[in-house]
């Protein structure tokens, strides 16, 4: 085995999609991103907590039909959550593309004041 190549950073900036990428990001992708990680950090620490408690209520279930309820209230509650939370990314990212968009439309177009006549 050789020695690991250095990736030539030419080539991988020149790329295209990469160029694309590194072209829309502006303040509000950024922002956009932001609200979306921060949304899925909120999501994983209410799921954690959700499945703590029905680990608990597991572990102190008296009988067979109390620990059927248990878990079905418990998959009731986790489809509704993943549920709900796709519903709320999928309207994150549409929002966050389209005020991207509308962020590079107006930072792309000229002024009319600047022509001279």
């Given at each position: 085995?050789?020695?690991?190549?250095?990736?030539?950073?030419?080539?991988?900036?020149?790329?295209?999609?990469?160029?694309?990428?590194?072209?829309?990001?502006?303040?509000?992708?950024?922002?956009?991103?932001?609200?979306?990680?921060?949304?899925?950090?909120?999501?994983?620490?209410?799921?954690?907590?959700?499945?703590?408690?029905?680990?608990?209520e597991i572990l102190t279930s008296?009988?067979?039909?109390?620990?059927?309820q248990v878990q079905i209230k418990y998959f009731r509650s986790a489809?509704?959550?993943?549920?709900?939370?796709?519903?709320?990314?999928?309207?994150?990212?549409?929002?966050?593309?389209?005020?991207?968009?509308?962020?590079?439309?107006?930072?792309?177009?000229?002024?009319?004041?600047?022509?001279?006549?």
């Amino acid at each position: 085995m050789g020695t690991p190549q250095k990736p030539n950073m030419k080539e991988i900036v020149g790329a295209p999609g990469v160029e694309a990428a590194m072209v829309s990001f502006t303040p509000a992708a950024a922002e956009a991103w932001l609200s979306i990680m921060s949304e899925a950090t909120h999501f994983l620490k209410d799921r954690l907590e959700h499945d703590l408690n029905y680990q608990n209520e597991i572990l102190t279930s008296k009988n067979l039909q109390e620990l059927q309820q248990v878990q079905i209230k418990y998959f009731r509650s986790a489809v509704k959550q993943y549920s709900d939370y796709a519903t709320l990314l999928s309207n994150g990212i549409a929002k966050g593309w389209e005020d991207t968009t509308e962020s590079l439309r107006f930072s792309r177009s000229r002024n009319y004041d600047d022509i001279p006549l």
